[in-house]
């Protein structure tokens, strides 16, 4: 009878290991109760957005038919797509490597008005809806300059009705660039970056955890002749929604 229960015992333990050892599969997240900016005060343009599901399998898909939106007049699905990354890690202390790997999909939008939607899709036999919540465009910048750009002045007031500002002028090449930017009542700074379209070099500054109401960033220098886009993302105090603002200049 020990004996029985000696190997009982050996048995659970080895099912047990066994089970333990089997990675749980990753449970799927939805961003929901999202607050979304329009992007511009005109009804001719079209502001776009994203729902993001990740934790997907390599099996798994949003049934492409079943993605509906509550709501057309306030947002219409746009798009569907669905990406697979894989990363790969060696760490030199340990000499050791891992490496990651992931499905996700986004659900692309357009923002028509101001208002409540519901957007409903379906993977597998299993419903899932993500409340949205879309805000009329507000002009987040209370200044900005950089250095170098139209006589270095503040441009603020041309994100008055879009968040997109494009035209603007390299006065000069201009070495030890800067960007200052300064948010309004409401809104905080949480990311910069500027992009080389000639190179295709990227410099950014963020502040994720602690967004700044005041935020610069150095530049380097900037070529007259050269083209370059400017990306300025904040972030509103009240509903943690994020709004991005743009401007390209040569």
């Known amino acids: 009878m020990k004996r029985m229960m000696k190997k009982l ?3 659970v333990i080895a ?3 066994l089970f333990s050892a089997i990675p749980a599969s990753a449970a799927i997240s939805v961003e929901s ?3 979304l900016y329009m992007t511009s005060t005109s009804s001719s343009t079209t502001s776009y957005a994203s729902i993001y599901v990740s934790g997907l399998s390599s099996s798994q898909k949003i049934t ?3 993605v509906k939106s509550s ?3 306030v947002a219409s699905v746009y798009s569907l797509d669905r990406y697979a990354s894989s990363s790969n890690y060696y760490y030199y202390e340990s000499k050791t490597s891992s490496s990651s790997s992931g499905t996700s999909s986004s659900i692309g939008l357009k923002l028509k008005k101001a208002g409540t939607a519901t957007i409903s ?3 597998g036999s299993k419903t899932y809806k993500s409340k949205i919540t879309v805000k009329s465009y507000t002009n987040p910048v209370k200044s900005i300059t950089i250095s170098g750009v139209n006589s270095s002045k503040t441009f603020a007031s041309k994100t008055k009705s879009s968040n997109s500002v494009s035209g603007l002028t390299l006065s000069k090449t201009t070495k030890n660039a800067k960007i200052s930017v ?3 009542s409401g809104w905080k700074v949480r990311y910069i970056s500027l992009y080389n379209s000639d190179t295709g070099e990227n410099y950014s500054y963020s502040n994720y955890s602690n967004p700044k109401t005041s935020a610069s960033m150095n530049l380097g220098t900037l070529t007259k002749g050269k083209s370059y886009s400017v990306y300025v993302t904040f972030v509103n105090t009240s509903n943690g929604a994020s709004l991005s603002t743009s401007y390209t200049f040569s």
């Open 121 to 123: 899709f379906k993977i």
């Open 71 to 73: 709501k057309t007049s």
């Open 182 to 184: 300064t948010a309004k």
């Open 15 to 17: 099912l047990t290991m």
């Open 33 to 35: 109760d999202q607050v």
């Open 9 to 11: 015992t050996g048995i």
């Open 64 to 66: 492409q038919s079943s």
